[in-house]
Protein backbone atom coordinates (compact mmCIF):
# COMPACT_ATOMS: atom_id res chain seq x y z
CA UNK A 1 0.00 0.00 0.00
CA UNK A 2 1.53 3.20 -1.23
CA UNK A 3 1.27 6.08 1.08
CA UNK A 4 1.17 9.77 0.19
CA UNK A 5 1.65 12.09 3.35
CA UNK A 6 2.06 16.06 2.23
CA UNK A 7 3.56 19.08 4.60
CA UNK A 8 4.55 22.52 4.78
CA UNK A 9 1.46 24.22 4.15
CA UNK A 10 0.32 27.44 5.70
CA UNK A 11 -0.67 31.22 5.81
CA UNK A 12 1.46 33.27 3.94
CA UNK A 13 1.45 37.03 2.50
CA UNK A 14 1.21 37.72 -1.16
CA UNK A 15 4.59 38.01 -2.47
CA UNK A 16 5.80 35.22 0.14
CA UNK A 17 7.02 31.25 -0.60
CA UNK A 18 6.40 28.11 0.60
CA UNK A 19 7.62 24.48 0.10
CA UNK A 20 5.59 21.76 0.11
CA UNK A 21 6.84 18.14 0.86
CA UNK A 22 5.44 14.84 0.14
CA UNK A 23 6.67 11.93 1.69
CA UNK A 24 5.84 8.47 0.20
CA UNK A 25 5.90 4.97 1.40
CA UNK A 26 7.11 2.20 -0.30
CA UNK A 27 10.47 1.45 -2.29
CA UNK A 28 9.24 1.73 -5.87
CA UNK A 29 8.48 5.50 -5.28
CA UNK A 30 12.25 6.57 -8.25
CA UNK A 31 10.37 4.46 -10.39
CA UNK A 32 7.01 6.63 -11.20
CA UNK A 33 6.29 10.00 -12.10
CA UNK A 34 4.68 12.43 -9.50
CA UNK A 35 2.60 14.99 -9.25
CA UNK A 36 0.80 18.20 -7.50
CA UNK A 37 -2.73 19.36 -8.03
CA UNK A 38 -4.73 21.55 -5.81
CA UNK A 39 -8.37 22.09 -5.20
CA UNK A 40 -9.47 25.83 -4.32
CA UNK A 41 -13.06 26.03 -2.60
CA UNK A 42 -15.99 25.49 -4.97
CA UNK A 43 -13.47 24.32 -7.67
CA UNK A 44 -12.02 21.55 -9.67
CA UNK A 45 -8.71 19.85 -8.78
CA UNK A 46 -6.30 21.12 -10.88
CA UNK A 47 -3.39 20.04 -12.07
CA UNK A 48 -0.25 22.03 -11.19
CA UNK A 49 3.34 20.51 -11.61
CA UNK A 50 4.53 16.67 -12.48
CA UNK A 51 8.58 15.21 -12.37
CA UNK A 52 9.20 12.15 -14.45
CA UNK A 53 10.32 9.10 -12.14
CA UNK A 54 14.23 10.61 -12.61
CA UNK A 55 13.44 14.04 -12.05
CA UNK A 56 14.92 14.94 -15.28
CA UNK A 57 11.72 16.77 -17.16
CA UNK A 58 9.19 18.65 -15.36
CA UNK A 59 5.84 20.24 -16.58
CA UNK A 60 3.84 22.91 -14.99
CA UNK A 61 0.48 24.47 -15.56
CA UNK A 62 0.84 27.99 -17.06
CA UNK A 63 -0.90 29.92 -13.76
CA UNK A 64 2.44 28.88 -12.18
CA UNK A 65 5.22 28.95 -14.83
CA UNK A 66 7.86 30.67 -13.31
CA UNK A 67 6.90 30.69 -9.69
CA UNK A 68 6.68 27.35 -8.81
CA UNK A 69 9.42 24.46 -9.05
CA UNK A 70 8.94 20.86 -8.76
CA UNK A 71 11.58 18.76 -7.47
CA UNK A 72 12.34 15.53 -5.76
CA UNK A 73 14.71 13.34 -4.39
CA UNK A 74 14.62 9.85 -4.59
CA UNK A 75 17.25 8.57 -1.65
CA UNK A 76 14.36 10.21 0.64
CA UNK A 77 10.81 9.22 -1.55
CA UNK A 78 10.31 12.53 -1.12
CA UNK A 79 8.74 15.32 -4.06
CA UNK A 80 8.65 18.44 -3.53
CA UNK A 81 6.69 21.75 -4.37
CA UNK A 82 8.77 25.21 -4.01
CA UNK A 83 6.40 28.19 -4.32
CA UNK A 84 7.55 31.38 -4.81
CA UNK A 85 5.74 35.15 -5.69
CA UNK A 86 2.21 33.74 -3.80
CA UNK A 87 -0.63 35.33 -5.29
CA UNK A 88 -3.79 35.14 -3.23
CA UNK A 89 -5.69 32.88 -6.34
CA UNK A 90 -2.91 30.40 -5.31
CA UNK A 91 -5.06 29.50 -1.69
CA UNK A 92 -5.96 25.92 -2.16
CA UNK A 93 -5.32 22.44 -0.64
CA UNK A 94 -2.68 21.08 -2.05
CA UNK A 95 -1.98 17.57 -3.28
CA UNK A 96 0.55 15.15 -4.02
CA UNK A 97 -0.28 12.04 -6.10
CA UNK A 98 1.62 9.18 -8.00
CA UNK A 99 0.72 8.39 -11.51
CA UNK A 100 0.58 5.14 -12.99
CA UNK A 101 2.69 5.65 -15.70
CA UNK A 102 3.37 9.32 -17.23
CA UNK A 103 3.24 12.40 -15.86
CA UNK A 104 0.14 13.83 -17.14
CA UNK A 105 -1.64 17.08 -16.29
CA UNK A 106 -4.41 14.24 -16.09
CA UNK A 107 -6.29 13.70 -12.82
CA UNK A 108 -7.54 10.01 -13.89
CA UNK A 109 -3.65 9.12 -14.99
CA UNK A 110 -3.28 9.11 -11.00
CA UNK A 111 -3.61 6.09 -8.72
CA UNK A 112 -2.70 7.22 -4.90
CA UNK A 113 -3.19 10.71 -3.43
CA UNK A 114 -1.99 12.05 -0.52
CA UNK A 115 -4.78 13.56 2.24
CA UNK A 116 -3.57 17.54 1.28
CA UNK A 117 -1.96 20.59 2.93
CA UNK A 118 -3.92 23.80 3.26
CA UNK A 119 -2.16 26.90 1.39
CA UNK A 120 -3.65 30.20 2.00
CA UNK A 121 -2.00 33.64 0.87
CA UNK A 122 -3.42 36.09 2.17
CA UNK A 123 -3.83 39.93 -0.04
Known amino acids: QVQLVESGGGLVQAGGSLRLSCAASGRTFSTYPMGWFRQAPGQERAFVAAITSSGSSTYYADSVKGRFTISRDNAKNTVYLEMNSLKPEDTAVYYC????????????????WGQGTQVTVSS
Open 97 to 112: ARSTSYPTTQIRDYGY
